[in-house]
């Protein structure tokens, strides 16, 4: 018996129905979500975090470059005898433990960094902002415009807005005063003290060429390779005397760098812009070889209060006599702008407002905020949170974080807690797992959640291979594979800080192998400024911008090559053909990320502009290059991209 003509008709008629009050089904289920989400936010109280006991005293040390502010406020911390110092970068706490140690009696000064402890329960601590405690006698807090910073700024805003101190010493250039006055307005009394740059800083008026660069020097770039092609450019003219300095070498080969060139043993130093971050060393002069970076975002002009932070550097008052700044001529690919760095050296000097962005300082949620109950409520929560904190601080000197990072690492979580794992990942251990200071940023994405997923399973007591956590030390390799192991290594303490004896293993293990790295970096650096291949052809060695890897004529050889290959194999050009031909296209102007990454977190930026610099005070940033540069090869010949590695 067949079916009747109109049975077709209705089974899509029912069919039709059915899809109708699903869609009806779900638009009346995301009108209750989105009624319930507005009735949390509009019943939430729109206040802000507070402190139970406000500070008698907050003093805004504010001024340019090598103008006595950290001197001053450290001096008031020294004669308090209890209190705190606070800043960006380890190398700065290192630099205050070290100068207050040499002043106070032994025990007095303590050091915490996150990743070097020692006797953290002295009266005074010199510490990374996130390891700064939130309560005191008296706190120093170093480089405050840091509040701005999109990344990193939420601990100097949570710090300044509700850490429970007695007196406060903010140290920030005088743009930042409207951004951090509001945190403070509780205090019983405000001070604002203006400093004064304490030594002259000139602007030379013609470029330098290599052979023209004398010792004391400080030569600027912004990635990686820039800072090797620089070094090789620089080395000939000063055999064994030019050192480099970014983001991506292990703290202690940094320390010993700084060292070698403040004693005298290295003359010329090449650094990104860490060196923009208040360290202090004996520099007469900084060159600049050139004056655009990649933010993160996008390939720019330095702004002119990122150029000061950098040519303030010269003339260190107490260290060299008065400065000078200038740029760096004859380094293929590079042009810096003369006219940016004289608009920089006004702000250096105090003779102009910089640009430092507008940001106003950001929230983040601490866990009892979000009303969460288990590891499954935190993707909701902290979006709930997000919506709350915009309607809260509308009309505050602050805005909500965004805290999208963290969403997506609990959502990376979550399926490792549908098995046998679910039972160590409690609420409180999901979070502080979400919040370790290690780059979730590819190409390391992988590496935070293989720690994350090893401590669960030492939790539970399953077996952990002590190499998914803390990779062995090469037996053999470069400069770049001791830092990525260094890195690795780093990652590893940040993990067993946390949480220890995951593989049987403690910080201090870590520590070791981190140090084994840096220990080898510092033997192959001379060498591998010297044999540097950056800014020279792969193939044939011509003079190329530092973020290509050939130049254009043997990417253009490479490519007749494989085209050739594809028409004897395939009697036509094949697809591979056309696949080699779009990065020998794009040579005219956009190299690959992949290699043109920026040289570590302390280097992608000064910290308040594009992306934070990261990973000071433990957290890593993305530790390759990041620079997306256009350059031209010599001749007028354009490179291919650097092929990744």
Known sequence: MSDSPQYPTRRRERATARDGRARDDDRAAARIERLAQQSWVDGAEPELPVRTIRPEQVVFHLGPTNSGKTYDSLLALAKNGRGVYAAPLRQLAHEAYERLSAQLPSGTVGLSTGEEEINPDSPIVCCTVEKAPMRGDLLVLDESHWVADPDRGHHWARLVLTGEYREMHLIAAAEAYLLLKPLVADTKKLTVVNHKRLSRLDVLRAPVRAEGVRPQTLVVAF???????????????????????????????????????????????????????????????????????????????????????????????????????????????????????????????????????????????????????????????????????????????MTADDVTSLIVRVHALLPLLKGPLGAAGDLWTVWRLINLPIDYNPPRRTRWLALAKAALQSAVGLPVLPETVLEPMPTKGTVEDYEQAAAAARDAQTLLRSFPDVAGLTSEDAALVEDACATRITELLPDAITLSASGRCEECGTAIAPWFSTCRDCSARAAKRLAAHDVHRDGHPGESHRRHQRPAAAAGGRPSRTDGRSAGADSRSSGIDGRSSGTDSGRRGRPADAARGTGRATGGRRGRPSRPR
């Not at 620089?234 to 055999?239: A, F, M, S, V, Y």
């Not at 106003?360 to 409520?377: I, K, Q, T, Y």
């Open 223 to 397: 990635s990686r390779k820039a800072v090797y092609a620089v070094a090789a450019a620089l080395d000939p003219h000063r055999p064994g005397k030019v050192g480099v300095l970014y983001g991506a070498l292990p703290p202690a080969t940094r320390r010993s760098v700084i060292e070698r060139f403040t004693t005298g043993e290295l003359e010329v130093l090449v650094t990104t812009d860490v060196i923009g971050h208040g360290i202090n060393v004996p520099a007469t002069t900084v060159l600049f070889a050139e004056t655009t970076k990649f933010d993160g975002v996008e390939r720019r002009p330095l702004r002119t209060w990122e150029t000061a932070q950098i040519a303030g550097r010269a003339g260190r008052y107490g260290l060299t006599g008065h400065g000078q700044a200038g740029v760096l001529a004859g380094v293929t690919g590079l042009k810096p702008d003369a006219g940016l760095l004289v608009a920089g050296a006004e702000v250096a000097r105090g003779d102009a407002m910089s640009d430092l962005p507008k940001r106003a300082p950001r929230l983040r949620p601490e866990l009892d905020d979000l009303g969460a109950f288990e590891p499954v409520d935190l993707p909701e929560a902290l979006t709930r949170w997000m919506a709350w904190a915009r309607a809260a601080t509308r009309d505050q000197a």
